[in-house]
């Protein structure tokens, strides 16, 4: 059984930054991508990016170039460094770990990103 910890969500004005953090315990090894999906209210859930343990990382179109995801295997923790935030970024932000092979999937509790003025 694998739980995560996600923290770093709020408030933030329109061009600003955050950094989200989710913290897994239980056993993460080389097999397992992790990664961030949002929800905006009305909306489905959506990738955001994602981060194999050996450092490949795919993202949103819409994020590209703002947002960077990152990882630390040693400590079981995936990052998301969010800049030139925008309004439409706001959303329910959920961390997640998946099993490359048998697919497998965790999530997170989910951390609230309001981005407004």
């Known amino acids: 059984q694998v739980q995560l910890v996600e923290s770093g969500g709020g408030l933030v004005q329109p061009g600003g930054s955050l950094r989200l953090s989710c913290a897994a315990s239980?056993?993460?090894?080389?097999?397992?991508?992790m990664g961030w999906y949002r929800q905006a209210p009305g909306k489905q859930r959506d990738l955001v990016a994602t981060?194999?343990?050996?450092?490949?990382?795919n993202y949103a179109d819409s994020v590209k170039g703002r947002f960077t995801i990152s990882r630390n295997n040693a400590e079981n923790t995936v990052y998301l460094q969010m800049n030139s935030l925008k309004p439409e970024d706001t959303a329910v932000y959920y961390c997640?770990?998946?099993?490359?092979?048998?697919?497998?999937?965790?999530w997170g509790q989910g951390t609230q990103v309001t981005v407004s003025s």
């Open positions: 997640n770990v998946r099993h490359v092979i048998v697919g497998t999937t965790y």
């Open positions: 239980g056993s993460i090894f080389s097999r397992w991508s």
């Open positions: 981060i194999t343990s050996g450092a490949s990382t």
